[in-house]
């Protein structure tokens, strides 16, 4: 039997179920099974932030399907895409089912105890001559809650190195800086509750419609009913978002900071700033309104080439809708001043005073499914349950938690961030990398870097994936993981709503979960606390869980009023949750008095532009005590700009169908075949200009490498061109395609976010769209990609793409 109850890959949001401001969301069950299932194991969907309640349908061991769970607050039902095939890569064949060593260059099969003896062995010896200090991690934001916990512990109690962060380095990173910069801590200031109710939806560099589709289906049963929100997009592209924009502004990339300043020019000069809010709950305000005050709509159009006009059709909404809910994602974090231009959104609703009340919120999105976990926890490079670095008391509280000495939790300088700790394994101070659910040698900026580091031979890798990636391709030992769907844990949505996903099958081989190997590492290691005692005291996830609780207590997050029992019981619940709030909180600051006084901030805060940090005493010396904070900046040119040799820009991004690499998604046939390859897209103008037509391919440089990619018409500035990044060689090494080749090692000064969304390149027109490329021009890049990988490909035109479906000239670019 096959059962579904749509089509999602063509109709990627489903009917409408329509609904007015204020009712709450219908119901529309989405299901897709491939036999009916003996039994249903309750789950939520990892393959984005949303993180949508299901039911995982079981027979005979083995995943037969999901079905959206329809008294979930996230998604009443609803699942999109991924969520619908994403499961099939779990009972993919070429799964990894025992740990692999490498010896004389080749991987052989290895046990579990060969492999962790290994790993512990190779830790002691790196501690015995570089200190805990010359071991990293760099994890993920695609684990549990629970296991990052652990792994948190194991690093800060345990080895006391402050080298580890997650890839939500790469990816929410801004999210938090931007939060803690305006209110003092990580947070959701907002809810998907305030859509339903809300008059008005901003989004920047957000292509909600792609990304978290079940999301935007909530907003597009708003958009059915009876006075639908006005909806404002800023991103150069026309994006499936764009199409149902009010108004879509288009600026150059890097040039957020000039729009957003231009609407608050013209929001203080159209009389909204709400004074009474601004002086009771923020400080800052008269520096910002200095500020933007040069920011006419005229400057910013010479700035970011948004037209005047559409300026103040933008800035008209903003400046008199009775609410708003803003979103930011990666066309802000990952762009030219990620926390200033975020910073900017919050302070849109911090001076009209449109924050704490029903639909009037603000969510600095997430984008991987638990990246709030890692942030949580402190498994990037935070502290554990939001707490400070540079706040003794906060280190205090952790060491009495864990019972360690205070000087045994890495807090003499800021923790390593992702970016720094690629660059200590360059330079030979990390000699050990352990690298958890993660695919760098596809994700991180200029890939020619990174696996020029990745085969360092002083450098130990440790990778631990469910499959044989491109990154674990390089790794000393290979760790096969246990995935979704084959462990338990609890996650938490952008919502700020815990999720718990449950173990349904097991998984394949000997593959373990994350946490078993975090705790037989524990184990083997033989960490102690400072009576003798096991430094981890839990044994599985909902132990680990109560352990989490605990250190949650009286923070922001505060998770001692969940347990799993509650999660069970039909939807995800809001933190925070504790004995005064045991349903837990849909909304935060509704007294609108904010983490920021000195005892309780995260941060002692930046100068945005240099990322300087404050110092305490600095701090204390104006402390906020409760207000929220307004901050001012001034628009900065980006790091590389189109000159005469590379005269184009260069965006990257993401595709409805696929989740990043693909690892789980490139698994599922339908997703493979609804968007098979990469391309770039580019303008009509420009394709004219360069003589490139529909399919056409091109080759597109930058000054750190080359791709081949087929042409895609249309739906882009002219000037800009777009690549998605998901394509890397697993699958097809026979030409240089991951977008990474070309993008560069810049970062936020304050969030340390890589900025991807913007490169200077040159294109020209490689073949037409029927011949196959030629693998003379190419040979030394492909041979490049092809020797790191270990492909005995001979030439680019081997197995390249002239059999693959043609792009159809019909479908949405960013389809
Ligand atoms: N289908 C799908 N969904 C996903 C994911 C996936 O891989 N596939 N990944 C998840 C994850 S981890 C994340 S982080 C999110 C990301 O979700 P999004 O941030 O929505 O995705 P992106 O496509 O990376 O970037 C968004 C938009 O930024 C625009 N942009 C580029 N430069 C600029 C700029 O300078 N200014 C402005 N204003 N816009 C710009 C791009 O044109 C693009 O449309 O999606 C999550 N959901
Ligand atoms: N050019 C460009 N580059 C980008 C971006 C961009 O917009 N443009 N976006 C960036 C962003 S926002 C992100 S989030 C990153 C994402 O980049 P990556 O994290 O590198 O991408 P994924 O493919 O999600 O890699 C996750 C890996 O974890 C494995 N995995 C899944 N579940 C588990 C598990 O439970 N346990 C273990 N051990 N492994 C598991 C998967 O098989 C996969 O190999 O990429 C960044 N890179
Ligand atoms: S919107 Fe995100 S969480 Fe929901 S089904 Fe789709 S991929 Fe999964
Ligand atoms: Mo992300």
């Not at 200190?131 to 080895?159: C, D, H, N, P, R």
């Not at 090692?745 to 200077?760: G, I, L, M, N």
Request: hydrophobic share 35%.
């Amino acid at each position: 039997m096959s059962d579904r109850t749509r089509d999602s890959i063509n109709d990627i949001w489903g009917a409408r179920t329509p609904h007015a401001a204020g009712a709450i969301w219908p119901a529309r069950v989405d299901e897709h099974l491939s036999e009916t299932p003996d039994r249903w194991v309750r789950g939520a969907c990892v393959l984005c932030s949303n993180g949508c309640g299901l039911d995982i349908g079981v027979k005979a061991g083995r995943i037969v399907g999901v079905r959206g769970l329809a008294s979930d607050v996230t998604n009443r039902g609803r699942l999109g895409p991924k969520g619908l095939h994403g499961w099939a890569a779990n009972h993919s064949p070429d799964r990894l089912t025992t740990p692999l060593i490498r010896e004389d260059g080749q991987f052989r099969e290895a046990s579990w105890d060969e492999a962790m003896d290994l790993i512990v062995r190779q830790s002691r010896q790196v501690i015995e001559s570089h200190t805990a200090m010359g071991i990293g991690f760099y994890t993920s934001g695609q684990l549990f809650l629970e296991e990052y916990y652990t792994l948190s512990v194991i690093g800060k109690g345990g080895l006391g190195t402050p080298h580890m962060d997650g890839n939500t380095r790469l990816c929410t990173a801004t999210a938090a800086a931007a939060l803690k910069v305006s209110f003092g801590s990580d947070g959701q200031p907002g809810a998907y509750e305030d859509l339903d109710v809300t008059d008005t939806v901003l989004m920047v560099g957000h292509n909600m419609a792609s990304q978290q589709t079940v999301l935007w289906a909530r907003i597009l049963d708003r958009l059915a009913g009876p006075n639908p929100p006005w909806i404002i997009v800023i991103d150069p592209r026309r994006t499936f978002t764009a199409e149902h924009a009010t108004v879509h502004l288009t600026p150059r990339v890097g040039t957020n900071v000039a729009v957003m300043n231009g609407l608050l020019h013209l929001i203080i000069h159209a009389g909204a700033a709400d004074q009474t809010f601004i002086d009771a709950h923020t400080v800052g305000y008269d520096d910002l309104q200095r500020t933007v005050e040069r920011y006419t709509p005229e400057y910013v159009q010479d700035l970011s080439g948004v037209p005047a006009a559409d300026l103040r059709r933008a800035a008209d909404i903003l400046a008199t809708t009775p609410t708003l809910v803003s979103t930011v994602l990666q066309g802000v974090y990952q762009s030219m001043q990620a926390t200033a231009a975020a910073v900017q959104v919050n302070n849109v609703h911090l001076i009209r005073g449109l924050i704490g009340r029903p639909g009037s919120g603000i969510l600095q999105m997430n984008g991987q499914p638990t990246a709030q976990n890692t942030r949580e926890t402190g498994a990037d490079g935070d502290l554990p349950g939001f707490r400070n670095w540079g706040n003794a008391g906060h280190i205090e509280q952790l060491a009495t938690l864990w019972n360690v000495h205070r000087h045994t939790i890495p807090h003499w300088s800021p923790p390593t961030h992702a970016m720094q700790i690629w660059r200590y394994a360059e330079q030979g101070s990390i000699r050990m990398l352990w690298i958890q659910a993660t695919n760098p040698a596809v994700s991180l900026p200029h890939l020619d870097r990174i696996r020029r580091i990745l085969q360092k031979d002083d450098l130990f890798v440790v990778v631990q994936d469910a499959f044989m990636t491109e990154t674990a391709r390089y790794a000393d030992v290979v760790l096969p993981a246990a995935i979704w769907g084959e462990k338990t844990g609890t996650f938490t949505n952008v919502s700020r709503t815990v999720h718990i996903s449950c173990k349904a099958v097991e998984p394949p081989g000997e593959a373990r979960s994350d946490l078993d190997i975090f705790l037989d590492y524990a184990r083997r290691m033989d960490f102690r606390d400072q009576g003798g005692q096991p430094l981890i005291r839990w044994h599985d996830a909902e132990s680990a869980f109560e352990a989490w609780k605990a250190c949650t207590r009286g923070r922001p997050c505060d998770y001692t009023g969940l347990t799993y029992e509650k999660l069970l019981a039909g939807s995800g619940i809001p933190w925070p949750v504790n004995e005064q709030r045991p349903d837990g909180t849909v909304r935060l600051y509704t007294d609108f008095v904010f983490p920021t006084a000195a005892d309780d901030a995260e941060t002692y805060g930046h100068d945005l532009d240099t990322g300087a940090a404050h110092t305490e005493q600095e701090y204390r010396a104006n402390d906020p005590q409760g207000r929220a904070i307004i901050k001012a900046a001034e628009h900065r040119e980006p790091h590389e700009t189109p000159d005469e040799e590379y005269p184009l820009w260069l965006t990257t991004g993401r595709q409805v169908y696929h989740f990043h690499t693909r690892t789980k998604t490139g698994r599922s046939q339908a997703l493979q075949d609804a968007a098979p390859d990469a391309f770039v897209q580019i303008s009509a103008e420009d394709a004219q200009q360069y003589g490139i037509e529909q399919g056409d391919w091109i080759l597109i440089e930058s000054r750190r490498g080359l791709v081949i990619e087929r042409a895609r018409i249309g739906d882009i500035k002219p000037g800009l061109v777009f690549i998605p990044w998901h394509y890397g060689y697993w699958d097809d090494p026979s030409r240089p395609r991951a977008a990474n080749e070309l993008t560069l090692t810049e970062w936020d000064p304050v969030s340390k976010q890589p900025h991807y969304k913007y490169a200077a390149v040159r294109i020209s027109r490689y073949a037409a769209r029927d011949a196959l490329p030629a693998p003379g021009l190419i040979g030394r890049a492909v041979k490049a990609v092809q020797g790191l990988l270990g492909q005995e490909r001979s030439s680019a035109a081997q197995g390249s793409s002239a059999q693959e479906p043609q792009p159809k000239t019909t479908q949405r670019v960013d389809g």
